[in-house]
Every structure is written in structure tokens, then in C-alpha cells.
């Protein structure tokens, strides 16, 4: 298996990394991972589908090598969507496919929400737009959001070794050691005391407010590229089935596809997401 090329994007505001598969005269497809997660993300997935596309995995702003947000900035999905657009941009994609996971796949639906001239096509994995709000939590999440809580830039845990931080991703994720082996290796940096997350200490930060339903349904009615939506099985317990039946009514050219296994499918079945995501016809 090849090695993927490392590109960095330097936008006006911050620069980005990525990891790129297949040859460059081959379609774009740019994927977008999930939360805390990074390029390393696709790498058992992004190989298989390299003989069709050129697969380009961001590191999204705070993730694994890109750059922090400043001091007291904030990460939030819109924001995410303006990054996404800039960095296809910078790499003058005019029309290229998106495969998203998780948080990447909520990034993913809204920049083709914003720029459905662009998208060929559209492929998501355990999520369809962003964490939405019932109302239920709404001003307990704000102030949350808003009281300081000390030094918001103290570095996160450190460890001994990559053995120590593979295993305790593994605990958390519930993945096994070496599915969450390359997610790791590419989220950490070495000093001197050992090991630690390069991931921005802000991410864990509550967002002040989030969509409510009835405009994240609007905004996924604003998709027009074909979509293939890839849910674990059983649900994931923020994605129940019912919430992402109606967000997904809400897609004219939309196919379901539910797949055993956890979170990370991609990862956890690398052939079967990619018989699925070579399935899907382009727009």
C-alpha cells in the first residue's frame, strides 16, 4: 500500500494539512473526518478507492497537523463550511465529490447545501448535517459555552509512548488498537515530557448554539447532488434512526445503507465502505 503524498493548504487565515491517494489527473474527492479524529481517519479506506479518484483528506482547523484558531476563537460548523469551501479553492477543485464522516459528514451535506454546482456527488458516513437543538438544553449549553474555565490552552493529557495513547483512544472509541492506530500516530507530537494530542484544547469546548431541526431540514432540502448515506447498525445513540429518517426525507436524491459494526465503519470495514462508495453515481 502506498504511501499517501502530504499537502499543506495555506488559506489567508490559517493553513491546513492533508493526505492525498491516487493520481492527480483522476476526479477529486475531498474527505472530511469526524471530531478529534484527522486524515488518518481514511487511511485503510482512501487506498481502496484511489484507483477511481484523487481521494484528498483534510485535517480540518484544530485537528490533527492544521493550524489552531486564535485564542478565544471558536470551532463551529459553519465555520468548518467556509474553511471546506476556501480549502477547495486554494486546490482549484471547480467540481469535485465530498466524503464525510461523522462531524465531517454534517460539514460535508452543508458545503453541498452552499455550492450545489460543485458537488458530483456526496458521501456520508454515520451523519447527515450538524448536532441539531430541541430547545431542551439550548440555555444551559449557552452559558456553559460562555463560562471562562481556566486556561482553555493547557495542553490535553500527555503519555509515555504511542503504545500508551493508542490504547487509550482505543478504550474511549471503542475501536481496537490497530484501527485506531493511524488516527493516533497522526494526532500526536512528541516533546520532552512525552507524548500529547496535537488537537486544539478548544475543541472540547461546548458550541454557545446550535441549529435547530427545522433549519437544518432546510438547509438539507438545499442538497442536489446524489447522496449515499452509510449508518452503523445498531444506531448510534446521537444518531437515532427516526432523527436521521426525517433529515434524510429531506434530500431529493438520497440512498440508506445501514452496515454493521460501530462508529468508525470506515475503519472498521474498509472493503465494504468502499464497495458502497464506488457504488454510488456520480451527478
Not at 74 to 80: A, G, K, N, Q
Not at 152 to 164: A, G, N
Amino acid at each position: 500500500m502506498n504511501a499517501p503524498a502530504e499537502q499543506r493548504i495555506v488559506l489567508p487565515h490559517l493553513a491546513l494539512s492533508a493526505q492525498a491517494w491516487g493520481d492527480d489527473a483522476l476526479p477529486p474527492l475531498l474527505a472530511l473526518h469526524g471530531w478529534l479524529d484527522n486524515a488518518g481517519s481514511f487511511a485503510l479506506l482512501a487506498p481502496l478507492l484511489a484507483r477511481r479518484f484523487r481521494v484528498i483528506a483534510l485535517d480540518l482547523p484544530g485537528h490533527g497537523h492544521a493550524d489552531h484558531l486564535a485564542a478565544g476563537a471558536s470551532y463551529h460548523y459553519l465555520d468548518y463550511v467556509r474553511v471546506v469551501l476556501a480549502a477547495a479553492d486554494a486546490l482549484q477543485l471547480d467540481r469535485y465529490s465530498l466524503l464525510g464522516h461523522s462531524l465531517g459528514a454534517g460539514i460535508a451535506a452543508l458545503v453541498a447545501a452552499a455550492m450545489p454546482g460543485r458537488i458530483e456527488r456526496l458521501l456520508l458516513i454515520e451523519g447527515l448535517g450538524p448536532l441539531g437543538d430541541d430547545g431542551s438544553h439550548t440555555l444551559q449549553r449557552f452559558r456553559d459555552a460562555l463560562t471562562p474555565r481556566g486556561d482553555s490552552r493547557k495542553p490535553l493529557r500527555v503519555f509515555r509512548d504511542i503504545e500508551q495513547a493508542v490504547g487509550a483512544r482505543s478504550m474511549v472509541s471503542g475501536l481496537p488498537p490497530e484501527l485506531a492506530r493511524p488516527i493516533v500516530e497522526r494526532g500526536l507530537i512528541e516533546t520532552e515530557d512525552g507524548w500529547r494530542w496535537r488537537s486544539d484544547p478548544q475543541l472540547t469546548r461546548p458550541s454557545a448554539v446550535r441549529l435547530a431541526e427545522p433549519q437544518i431540514h432546510a438547509l438539507l432540502r438545499g442538497i442536489e447532488a446524489p447522496t449515499a448515506l452509510l449508518l452503523a447498525q445498531p444506531a448510534t445513540s446521537y444518531l437515532p434512526s427516526a432523527l436521521m429518517q426525517a433529515r434524510a426525507a429531506c434530500v431529493a436524491d438520497i440512498a440508506t445503507t445501514c452496515l454493521p459494526g460501530g462508529h468508525h465503519l470506515q475503519l472498521d470495514h474498509p472493503q465494504a465502505v468502499a464497495a458502497w462508495a464506488l457504488a454510488a453515481r456520480p451527478g
